[in-house]
């Protein structure tokens, strides 16, 4: 697979082991849809596929949000700096959001499983602020809430509306949010209340497979439910 090689020109350390990096499009501009991942090339032993956690719109600079975790996700956070260049495949995936509907958008995800949402959020913001997005975000700590300061900076007024679940019996100090874990009735009221929603789910296997029986449940149709394994 031809790939191109990008130059990494930011780093944010969003929670303790997840980074966003930032990277200029450079002499080799791409587009993709919201949902979209690349393969990433660290070198020539290291690679994997990473979402493409920005929006289209932005000209200069794209995003991936890395977890440490696994061989990949391990080498790329420790070792990626400001400056280096990585090689980068085609945008590829199904999970990809649909640009030509104004159907409302349901994204179910865990901890860092959700730089799609990012990338759907941004789109829909820009190009389609009537459209309405509810993001399910289950975290298994306090630490894991993803892209906390963006997401809460356009609560008030933005086509986003968050539900943040930690995954723990009982309710640690400071966290006024819900516990526990998304339920069918969550998803079938949002079904009930338009059923052109479109549901999207991504992550590691145990969760995806959780999601798709909570779909099923929630009797949503299949062909309005986009689901991608991770693993
Ligand atoms: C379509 C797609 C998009 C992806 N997008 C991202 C992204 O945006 N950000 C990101 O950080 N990662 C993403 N991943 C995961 C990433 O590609 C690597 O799988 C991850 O960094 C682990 O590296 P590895 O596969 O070399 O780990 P290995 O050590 O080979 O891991 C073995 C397997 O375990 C799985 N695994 C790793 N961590 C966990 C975990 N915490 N829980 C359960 N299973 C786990 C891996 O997915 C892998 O299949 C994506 C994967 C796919 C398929």
Redesign the pocket.
Known sequence: METKPYTIRRILQETPD?RSFILEFGDHPFSFTPGQ?TVVHLNAE?Q????I?SSPHDQKYFQ????R??????Q?YDQAQIGDTVSIGEPM?QLKLQTDTLDPVCFLGSD??I?AARSFFYYILIRQPQRKMTLFHEVTSLDQVLYDNEFKHFEQNSPLTRVVLLNQPNRPAGWAGGLGRITPVMLRSLYLENPKTKFYA?G???EVKFYQQLLQAAEIPKQSTFV????
Not at 69 to 74: E, L, P
């Open positions: 997840v991942f290291c994997a596929p990473l979402t956690s991936f949000t890395v977890k975790t696994g061989n990949f996700g391990t790329f995936g860092y499983c730089p991504a590691e296997f145990a991608e394994r991770w693993s």
